[in-house]
């Protein structure tokens, strides 16, 4: 599987961040780059539920691949959803449920800044997209 050109990035710009505190910055600046989503679409339809914070996914089909996107009420959250975003966009189907979420946080070196309660939480956006996907 080759990496959609957002996460070569997103793995780039991580592994080369010196320590967690560099990392955490580096979060927050991606979670400023989520597109918006607009008042109707932070409905309660759209709502992930397994997650502490309030998080929010969209997802639209474009020919084989996928589209998302997501944003949450959270600063460390959008941050997650951001390269959890540029990891699974653009991918098929198949790609999308093949997905390892452990081994991409793992390559990022944010796998062990994940608490159990955000790990939950992210293994819920990416198991609603997988919903999505299958339809």
């Known amino acids: 599987m080759s990496l959609p050109d957002k ?4 793995l780039d710009t991580f592994t ?6 560099q990392r955490a910055r580096l979060l927050m600046q991606w979670g400023e780059r989520l597109e918006a989503l607009d008042e109707t679409e932070r409905s309660d339809a759209n709502r992930v539920h397994g997650c502490e914070s309030q998080v929010w996914l969209v997802g639209e089909r474009q020919g084989d691949y996928w589209h998302f996107r997501a944003n ?28 390892d979420l452990a081994d ?20 819920a956006v990416l198991k609603k997209m997988r919903e999505m996907a299958g339809d």
Do not use: K
């Not at 991409?104 to 293994?123: D, E, K, V």
């Open 7 to 10: 996460a070569r990035e997103a």
């Open 16 to 21: 080369a961040a010196g320590g967690w505190e």
């Open 72 to 99: 949450s009420d959270a600063r460390l959250i959008r941050g997650l959803l951001a390269v959890l975003l540029a990891r699974v966009d653009g991918l098929p189907a198949g790609e999308l449920a093949a997905l």
């Open 104 to 123: 991409w946080f793992n390559q990022l070196g944010l796998a062990r800044q994940l608490s159990p309660s955000r790990s939950n939480g992210l293994n």
